[in-house]
């Protein structure tokens, strides 16, 4: 008598590894989009505390300018390089640069591309404060 599986048992466990599959794919996708918005939503607060930083030290300095710039000083793949306001640095790493049509990433230093949609959330740099438009679902997404 020979031992071996079954047509039927081969089929039923083909069947079970792609419903398996067919949830899980999803679901790991889902979870690459929530750790790029969640990495974007770090950036954000990383470029507003090195502002606020900056702007205390000016005034601390008794120099009320604002802080009019956060380019990228001429660096072809960063989007926010280590912007410096008097020869000290204002962020510590610089913030790379969307290459091609890849989505979750800075495109320059005041545009986001969202994940998976592509839709490009613009953010301002007024008064010295890194906003951007809160009426968008996308901007909410990144700054709450």
Known sequence: MRKAFTIIELTFVIVVIAIL??????RFAATRDDAKIANAKATVAAV??????????????????????????????????????????????????CSGSETGCWQDSLNYRMPGSGAVVTFTLTGG????????????????
Not at 21 to 26: D, G, M, N, R, V
Not at 129 to 144: A, E, K, S, Y
């Open 21 to 26: 599959a067919s949830i899980a794919i999803p």
């Open 48 to 97: 507003r505390c090195a502002l606020a930083n900056e702007r205390q030290l000016r005034i601390l300095r008794g120099d009320f300018r604002t802080i009019t710039s956060i380019d990228n000083d001429g660096a072809a793949s960063t989007a926010i390089s280590t912007f410096s306001d008097s020869n000290q640095s204002v962020l510590e790493v610089s913030i790379p640069k």
């Open 129 to 144: 404060q890194f906003n951007c438009n809160t009426n968008n679902v996308n901007c909410r997404t990144l700054t709450q």
